[in-house]
């Protein structure tokens, strides 16, 4: 339902090849991959490719499969005494798959062995840093397999690319006085493998040593200044190896502990701090952002992410048609905050396939992970992406049933790795240039997706990328020009049929790559397009960043004393007419001299708290401690309100903290401040329809509640959202907001969801209700999860035909439960 958290503690049972023990194997990788010798693009190369493990002696026929699946050679070879084989493969550019058959008699030896045909990764292609690669060897592959797998990166993605990794900073800094920089993951020698390749790393960790102690939450570190002495040593030892550092991974979901941002910035600040006072000007990531929660965005802002980040990165893993969109989202929310041409990157992006993590993906998962991965690459390209990081290189399983990866278990490219190598070859150095516009009465596919165009590194060509919605092998395109060469989606060439004026291009791939001259291409580039504004935005300078500062403020709050619930929109505070918040707020010194440091806060209203003064050592840390009641505190339109601390120092800028808090009002409070009300009658059980991956049940057991479920999962994701369709006497047009009493059993991310009249799905990115099994009572305006129309005029409620109160859960079964469920408006 979500992109999920990627937890890879544990070295993960590969996925094997369709083979039976005893099969023939790779000598080695290389012949696999593309050369590095220099040959044609479409040129036929005569190249063994060298297996072990037959039996000795044993006759061997041999079958090649294009990238489509159809047959292109076969033939039969002898094994040799000790086993080995050499099976020729003279082709052209593209995927291949080797299948091997011996008789029965012969130990039944079967193997299917993948292999990619393309020129290699020019010098052009190798400067481009945009084809990153996520690669997770570190905590995915055994450390005897990694040297070879990263052999084989740039005659992939090239050498300016990076490849992100990860590391656990607990286990390389476990106690004060000892430091392992191996571990049994092998660290630095995996580094210093990618080092001998030419390839930098993009290094990610999102732990702590535990000694530093854990902050509220129990997830980030306690101890910044203790943060900062430690993480300088890796800073010292490894920046070599490094391209970029992203601070910490997903913080907006689980890796943050479900916690506001304000959370989240002391450590991006104290890493900061660290590496800019060492010398250190490796690029910093910050956000590193499961999805797009604006709640999470605007504190983040507000709290300093980015004056403290080079670039900003997100993951996505959703269709690549909503690509240009979510990209224009995180452009609004930069330029809302002044740093619309911050550099984006998304450092995690692609497609799961489903099924046994066993085997590897079969032909049809294989095509549609293939088409959406370089979809994803053309639409990041175009939209002004700076870098982009499919994932992952090695196979991966996710709670059994979602699977990623690029690679079989021996390392051999799947078809949607040779997607990525031929996006790289034909995107690299290039840059957008619009869209194609069609003449009146020019076929298109059906249904037609986007015709991007972009120049290239040669003045007089144009490339021509189509995109369709589906692949089925008979589609084509007209174009109202000729064209040169047209390639798959893997680099084969595509047969083209041509016209006195205009070419008919085959795309069964749903991606097709198409070279034709400028003077042809140029009339029929269309300017105005949303890709060419966000390209545009990218390509300017952005501001300068602050210098970092060695002061930083760290709110913390005893979330299980105070009865206060932390989610990513902010803190619930629990019901009561004295609600008071204790809160503590560190003030951690990073430099080598004393700081007297001065402390107001602000509310809403812009009305500012008296000012406290600490006097702050060197390297540590002094404590203001607050006891605000709620009740004085001004609320926001949406309900909450907020707190921002800020603090002064001489010749020093410091970031701010700011926090947000949701009241718990009593259901009769928010119900006198709407005048239209509508109780939605959600006993009624012809209005719901189950929605759920698991078995969902309608029941309720609690005295007041009228409606609820329970949900049993198994295996894949734990979610469930049953559907409730309004009545039609909602007045939609005065709703603005839904009032619930509610009660969530196990631990689980609530949340309200929403599909508009053509089923086009919405939902809150923040927990609604808490998961204590307590009855809360919540208010959530609908600007909270949806956002203007186009013309910006039409009221929110249009977008609501359907809406669910539902969850992704924690545990393998839950409940929820509802006493109140109301509409409100003015």
Known sequence: MFPRC??????????????????????????????????????????????????????????????????????????????????????????????????????????TLPFLRLPPVASSVGADPFFSFDTALSWLLPPEVRAERIAQLPQVIGTAGLARERLSWNAIHPAPDHRDWETVRQYETTRRDYAANGIKILEMFHDSPAWLGKAQGGKFPLDLPGSARSFSDIVLRWQSYWGALEVWNEPNIGFGGNQPADQYLPIVKTIRHTLRSAGVDTPIGGGVFAYLNPDYLSLAARNGLLDESDFISFHYYSDPRRLEKHIGDMRAWLRANDRESKPIWI????????????????????????????????????????????????????????????????????????????????????????????????????????????????????????????????????????????????????????????????????????????????????TATEAMRLSRIARQEPPPLPPASPVILQPLIDLKATGITAVTRGYHLPAGDDVRIPLKLRINNLSGQPRTVSVTYTTQDAASSAPQSAEVAPGAF??????????????????????????????????????????????????????????????????????????????????????????????????????????????????????????????????????????????????????????????????????????????LGRQISDLSLGLNSLADDNAIEVSDFYLLGR
């Open 347 to 526: 450092t995690e992006i692609g497609r799961r396939w489903r099924g046994d993590p066993k085997t590897i993906p079969t032909l049809a998962q294989q095509r549609e992970v293939a088409r959406y991965v370089a979809m994803q690459a053309i639409e990041a390209r175009a939209c002004g992406i700076a870098a982009w990081f499919p994932f992952v290189y090695p196979p991966y399983n996710e709670r059994e049933l979602s699977n990623f990866g690029f690679t079989d278990s021996h390392g051999l490219p799947l078809r949607p790795l040779a997607a990525i190598a031929q996006v790289t070859r034909a995107l690299s150095g290039s840059t957008y240039a619009g869209d194609l516009a069609l003449p009146s009465g020019t076929s298109s596919p059906d249904p037609a997706g986007r015709i991007r165009i972009f120049d290239t590194q040669d003045p007089e060509k144009k490339l021509v990328v189509i995109c369709t919605d589906e692949d089925p092998a008979d589609t084509t395109m007209v174009l109202p020009f000729l064209v040169e060469s047209a390639c798959g989606v893997d680099g084969r060439a595509l047969a083209t049929t041509s016209t006195a004026s205009s070419t008919i291009v085959p795309v069964p791939d749903g991606v097709a790559y198409v070279v034709a001259s400028r003077a042809a291409v140029t009339p029929f580039i269309q």
């Open 622 to 795: 002094a404590e203001l401690r607050f006891d605000i009641p709620a009740s004085a505190l001004p609320r926001n339109d949406d309900g909450t309100f907020s707190l921002t601390f800020s603090a002064s120092a001489p010749d020093l800028r410091i970031a701010p903290a700011s926090l947000v808090f949701i009241p718990s009002l009593g259901l009769e409070e928010y119900l006198a401040e709407y005048p239209w009300q509508f109780a939605l009658p959600v006993n009624e059980p012809q209005r719901w329809r189950s929605n759920a991956n698991g078995k969902l049940t309608f029941a309720h057991d609690s005295p007041g509640a009228i409606w609820g479920f329970r949900v049993t999962f198994g295996k894949g994701d734990r979610w469930a959202y049953p559907r409730f369709t309004l009545p039609q006497e909602v007045a939609l047009d005065r709703l603005t907001g839904v009032l619930l009493r509610a009660r969530c059993a196990r631990p689980a991310t609530v949340r309200l969801m929403s599909w508009d009249a053509d089923n086009n799905m919405s939902v809150t990115s923040s927990a609604v209700v808490p998961d204590n099994g307590q009855w809360h009572v919540v208010y959530v305006p609908l600007s909270s999860w949806l956002k203007p129309a186009a013309d910006g005029d039409a009221p």
């Open 6 to 111: 990627r937890l890879f503690f544990a070295f993960p049972a590969l996925c094997t090849a369709t083979v039976t023990i005893g099969a023939p194997t790779p000598v080695a990788l290389a012949p696999f991959y593309p050369e590095s010798a220099v040959i044609g693009v479409h040129a036929a190369e005569n190249k063994a490719l060298p297996l072990q493990g037959a039996r000795p002696s044993a006759s061997v026929s041999y079958q090649i499969n294009d990238y489509s699946g159809t047959v292109v050679a076969r033939g039969r070879i002898t094994a040799g005494p000790d086993g080995r084989l050499a099976v020729p493969a003279a082709l052209p550019s593209g995927y291949y798959e080797l299948l091997l058959v011996a008789p029965a008699d012969a130990s039944g030896v079967a193997a």
